[in-house]
């Protein structure tokens, strides 16, 4: 769809969108019906302004309008997966172009030089499998499938509905609480203990710890604005500075109050912008945290898993708590249904209570109020006054 303008020169596509909080362009536009009779699509963002959207939609609508969109489909595996990582170099982030290169580049290994028209279920499948032989994991290789099949789809309209590789059957570690407390007593005496004692109470992502400045300080409030992560992208692994994760990722923390003092009391003799740096009063790099987490772990005779980890401990200690998900999500800086997928983890002592009182409820041993189980700690909500049935307060 296209809109007059006002000064006679070339209509302006009305399906090109300017995103009001990034200033970036995107666009949808219907390219027709797959093989299989499934409406396809194509979806373009990232684009710096209108003109560059413009000229990669009139090259589609083109292409649509010519019946030449299945003409791609003549060629190889590779040779489509190439096509549409380079239609998306505008739109992905650098990190994230980089590992939608790697994943296409496992699958291509094995059937890159396969035509698209001859390529099979049967072979995606196979390919699955000679993978985690290779000694991939069943992480990476879900990974890579539903990146592979996602380019298929977008830009042949192909789905071949191959399965899924199966979930991984390992667990990933996560701190108890007492491993908490002896590692943040064992580095009491570090140089980026503050750094540590943030990680632990806040569960910040390394990146974003590594972008604190004192700006996003407010000792008044004891808070700290998260607005910036650095991260570690591309074959030279160079520091990159750019928004966190999501929008959800765009956050304020509130601190305890000896975590503000402390930081308070650091930013007097702070000789950076930036609220964490090296010895070289460089702001640090998201991996060398890691490294140095990890060594510090073992030192303290804790596991060593990594700083990721300890948001899955902060997020099961606080809902076993009675905080409630959107709380917990809010301070991670994550989505509600994110949160319940991928961190949380039920310690045996709320399950045992749990089933006690799931058997005491159906079987009449314990009256239903609506209330949590007994002896288990709850959180203080704000005092409502009652209200009756009219609206109106009670009392």
Partial sequence: MVGARPDGGEPRIEAIKEDPDTGLFSFRLEMGRSRDDKRVQANRAGFPDYESAAEVYKRLRAQRDAGRIQARLTGTVRALCD????????????????????????????????????????????????????????????????????????????????????????LRPVWTLEEANTFLAYVREDRLYALWRLLVVTGLRRGELAGLKWDDFDPMTGTIRVVRQRVVEGDDSAVREKRPKSPNSIRSVMLDRETAAMLGRLRRVGGSAYMFTGRTNMPLRPDNITDRFNKLSAAAGVRQIGPHQIRHMLVSSLLDSGYGVHEVAERLGHDPATLMRYYTRVNAVRRRQAADHAAALVTGQLPFTGAVGPSVPTIPQQARRARGRSGSPVG
């Fill in 83 to 170: 096509s549409w990582l380079r239609a998306r170099v505008q739109q992905l982030e650098p990190n994230t172009f980089y590992n939608y290169s790697y994943a296409l580049g496992l699958a291509c290994r094995h059937v890159g030089d396969t035509r698209v028209t001859r390529l099979s279920r049967q072979m995606v499948e196979r390919m699955y499998r000679d993978l985690e032989r290779e000694g991939y994991s069943r992480t990476t290789v879900r990974t890579m499938g539903r990146v592979f099949a996602k380019a298929l789809l977008e830009e042949g309209g192909i789905k071949l509905g191959a399965r899924k590789p199966r979930l991984t059957d390992r």
